[in-house]
């Protein structure tokens, strides 16, 4: 599975973006699907996932109400919609193909990252 994720870029505060993670390969519709992101002199950080039939989804707590995270594997496509955006929100955002879990480790296949920059 190869992935790419883009729409990243600059946002006021309180504004929204959609990112979207487009994917190649036949193993896409059977994986799970992640969001992790990665701000300056951070660790990256598990931000949502969704199961490979969209059923089930986990968002991490900072985000949760805020974040939603949806598929379209006739697209071979994973979106991640972020509303209400916070300064704190700016990151590196990266998807990732692998099991349905929090931990990045269960993740096989990673894109390259996307940059969201929330400003004041």
């Known amino acids: 599975v190869q992935l790419q994720a883009y729409g990243g870029g600059l946002v006021q505060a309180g504004g929204s973006l959609r990112l979207s993670c487009a994917a190649s390969?036949?193993?896409?519709?059977?994986?799970?699907v992640g969001w992790f992101r990665q701000a300056p002199g951070k660790e990256r950080e598990f931000v949502a996932t969704?199961?490979?039939?969209?059923?089930?989804?986990d968002y991490e707590d900072s985000v949760k109400g805020r974040f939603t995270i949806s598929r379209d594997n006739a697209k071979n496509t994973v979106y991640l919609q972020m509303n209400s955006l916070k300064l704190e929100d700016t990151a590196v955002y990266y998807c990732?193909?692998?099991?349905?879990?929090?931990?990045?480790?269960?993740?096989?296949?990673w894109g390259q990252g996307t940059l969201l920059t929330v400003s004041s």
């Open positions: 990732a193909a692998g099991s349905y879990d929090r931990r990045s480790s269960r993740y096989l296949y």
């Open positions: 390969g036949r193993a896409f519709s059977t994986s799970a």
């Open positions: 969704i199961s490979s039939h969209g059923h089930r989804k």
